[in-house]
């Protein structure tokens, strides 16, 4: 399976942004998550939710601004930010992962990655 990440850009803080995870095949991982690599930080876990659109997860960070969501039939997933602010600026990355809370050593599958760049 391969994964397509899009919608990432340029906002000013307070703005909203709309990822998109598109994958091409039908996968067999439990979860789907986004991931997001700051400059000169680590990778960071950001959301994951199930393949039955339940058991979603996010970090603490971005609780309540954040919405990961799934759309079966178009086989994509996505990451609704709201109230961006400068620290959510990162790439974000889509994965197929295995176990619950998307151990990064455990993902099948990477998207490409999607910058998002949020000015102060």
């Known amino acids: 399976v391969q994964l397509q990440a899009s919608g990432g850009g340029l906002v000013q803080a307070g703005g909203s942004l709309k990822l998109s995870c598109a994958a091409s095949?039908?996968?067999?991982?439990?979860?789907m998550g986004w991931f997001r690599r700051a400059p000169g930080k680590e990778r960071e876990f950001v959301a994951q939710?199930?393949?039955?659109?339940?058991?979603?997860l996010y970090i603490d960070s971005v609780k309540g601004r954040f919405t990961i969501d799934r759309d079966f039939a178009r086989n994509t997933i996505y990451l609704q930010m709201n109230s961006l602010k400068p620290e959510d600026t990162a790439v974000y990355y889509c994965?197929?992962?295995?176990?619950?809370?998307?151990?990064?050593?455990?993902?099948?599958?990477w998207g490409q990655g999607t910058q998002v760049t949020v000015s102060s």
């Open positions: 994965a197929e992962c295995r176990t619950y809370g998307c151990d990064p050593s455990r993902v099948d599958s």
């Open positions: 939710i199930g393949w039955g659109g339940g058991n979603i």
């Open positions: 095949g039908r996968t067999s991982s439990l979860f």
